[in-house]
Structures are given as structure tokens and as C-alpha cells.
């Protein structure tokens, strides 16, 4: 214990003294170190990969579940869709220093709000190696400097990842402490950092949600959680079948084992008939298993290479990770939206229709961090929604919500110009 939390008040302090002059880092020295850590991530793959695939092959000997080892899994691909990320941050323009809101009061001050960087991110994650990029990233170009914890199953990644964006960050201007990785993987830890409310400004955790609520429930500073995303798509009787079918399925199979994919496909009766096994062909092909409803199942049963079965009460409102899908007839619009307030998680929702007036209602009753209109949820993302990267997708409603950039990791100060103006009375 005594070793953790040394090595935790090392960092911590360090980190502390960074975030001091990251508050005033340049821009130019920012994007410098952010086209470096791209170009890094490309001149150390070898030596990344190789470390990851330690870290995998130790996965499937612990038998961990197809849901953590996807998260797990780096390969060229994802190493340069990261770097890709990264290049984006760069060109985004920088938060810090924006001033806004700018306006004179009846005795001649000036008020308005600058934008600032929070000071000293904490992030605890699980199985997600690309998190240490990405919030390695998002700190770097908004001001902050960040403590890094991942997971012992993605050790040898996070550390391969550190090690190249530490570098990479130095070499272009970066205080040398303004990245701290934390490599040891005593659990203890964790409550050791819950409790560093002088060091760290805001804590973000990533993972499952066991860890979501452990860290929500005992830190002493302010949390910003997403906890998990069970998210629905209606589709509505005005529906077209194309986009539905192509909508729901991209929202499943794309990569069923995130958040943000498809876990209840619900129906109007009216368009169930015609939907269903259109959808059944589609998701049948891709190896789906449906878990239905009575009426649903009826309809389903008549397709035989579609693998439906009961749906049980534990479905609804289930994030399943997997190839697996719940399956739900309902009467009405409001029918829907009535079983979205009582399941979901606040995540992200999806309705499939051609009528304005359904498609208003849904945005605008639907209590959830993304809402969408003919389009898969698969697209709540910082990237898609052209942050650049992000650091999670808060389901909170304070102070972030939904994908998490640059913006959401600055805080703001009131700025007061007079001219000798004195308050009366």
C-alpha cells in the first residue's frame, strides 16, 4: 500500500507542477507534439503489436470474454485509424484561450468567459489500449496533463502506447511530466486515487460496469461516467424498409461488442409483418440470435435459418456485447418511447421513420446523450461527430454529456475589464 501510494503522490505531484505550464502551452507546440505522436505510433507498430499481442494471448488463456478481447485486440488497422485521430485533434482548432460570451453592463464593465484547461486528468480503464492514445491526445491539445491507469490485461499495450506518446510529446515541447502513465496493477490502487482530490481535477473512468460504479460511488472529486449503453432502434410503421433493415443491421453487426451498438429492435405492429423478416434474412446471414417477444417470435419462426428464441424479462434493458439482439412488437409511438424511458441507459436511440411529426416527438422525448433520425447509433463516437477523438460518452447530464472532446475537458473563467468602476452602497 505504502509503495502505490507513493508512487501515486510522485505522479501526482508531478503531474500537478505539469499542468501548471500546460495552461499555457502554445498551440503551435500542442499540434507539434499531436503530429508526432501519429507519426510515433507508425515508427513504433513492431514494437506495439508485439506488445499487444502478450496481452491478447494472455486474454484467451484467462478465458476472457469475446466482448473484452475485441476491446483488447490492436492491429494495423486500429493503430492507424488511432494515429488518424490523433491527426484530426490537430487540425481541430484549440479551446483554450477562447473568449466568449463578451458583453457591457449598464455601469461600463465588460464581462465575458475565457476558456481553460481543467488541470490534471485521472482516467482508469479496462481492456481498451487505444484509451491511452485518445486521452493522451484530448489532454495534450486542451491544456491538461493526465495520470493514465489501464488495466493489468492490457499492461504491456498501455505501456508500449505511454512510452510512445511520452515521447513523442517531449521531443516536440510537451513538459515532461504533462503524460503520466502509472504501471503498477495493485487493485489497491484504484481507492488510492479515488482519494487524490487535491491532485486530480476530474476522474474519468472506462470499463465495465462494476468499475463505472465502484469509482462513481467512492471518489472524493468530481466523475464524469458513461456506464453502459443499452440502446434501441424503433422502427416506425411509416418506415422505409431499406433504410430500416440497412440501419438496424449496421447498428448490430458493425461491431457488436461497444456501446454504442443495437441491443432492442422495437416495431409498430403495423410495420412488423413486412420488417421483421427482411431483418431476420439479413441478421440471419451475419449469425444473429434474436430473443423476441410472442408476436415477434410468431412472425420470426416462419423464416427457418433465423436462430429466435423467447425473449426472457432480463432482456429488456440488457447490453449484450454480442451477436445477440432483443426483438419487441409494440402498439404505438408512445408505446415505444414508454419502453426506451423505462430501459434504456441513456445512451444512445435510434427511431426509422418518414413522418416529421413522429420524428420530432422522438427527439424531443427521448432522455438520452444521442438521439437519432434514421441513422445507426453506431455513429455516437468522437471521431464521427468530428471532435477527433474522445475520452469517453458521458450518460450524465453534468458537466458533459455524450461523446466527450475538447470542449468538455476545458472549464471557463469570468473575465472583468473596468475603467476604476467602484460597487456602490
Known sequence: MTI?????????????AAARKMAFLPTEVKNKALLSIAETLSTQEAAILTANKKDYEAGLAASMSEALLDRLLLNRNRLQGMASDVRSLAALPDP?????DMHTLPN?????????PLGVIGAIYESRPNVTVDISALCLKSGNAVILRGGKEALNSNAALAHAVQQAAVKAGVPQDAVQFVENTDRSLVGEMLQMKDTIDLLIPRGGEGLIRFVRDNASMPVVAGGIGVCHTYVDSTADLDKAVA???NAKVQRPTVCNALDTVLV???MAQRFLPRLAYELGKAGVELHADEEALNILNREPAVKAIPATPE??????LALIAAVKVVNSLDEALAHIDRYGSGHSEAIVT???TVAQRFLNEVDAACVYVNASTRFTDGGQFGLGAEVGISTQKLHARGPMGLKELTSYKWIVYGQGQVRPG
Not at 502505490?4 to 500537478?16: I, T
Not at 483554450?96 to 466568449?100: H, R, T
Open 96 to 100: 483554450v484561450g477562447e473568449v466568449f
Open 247 to 249: 440501419i438496424v443491421y
Open 315 to 320: 432482456d429488456w434493458g440488457k447490453e449484450f
Open 354 to 356: 418518414e413522418n416529421y
Open 268 to 270: 409498430h405492429r403495423d
Open 108 to 116: 461600463g464593465l465588460t464581462v465575458g468567459r475565457k476558456r481553460v
Open 4 to 16: 502505490v501510494a507513493n508512487e501515486l503522490e510522485v505522479k501526482g505531484q508531478a503531474a500537478r
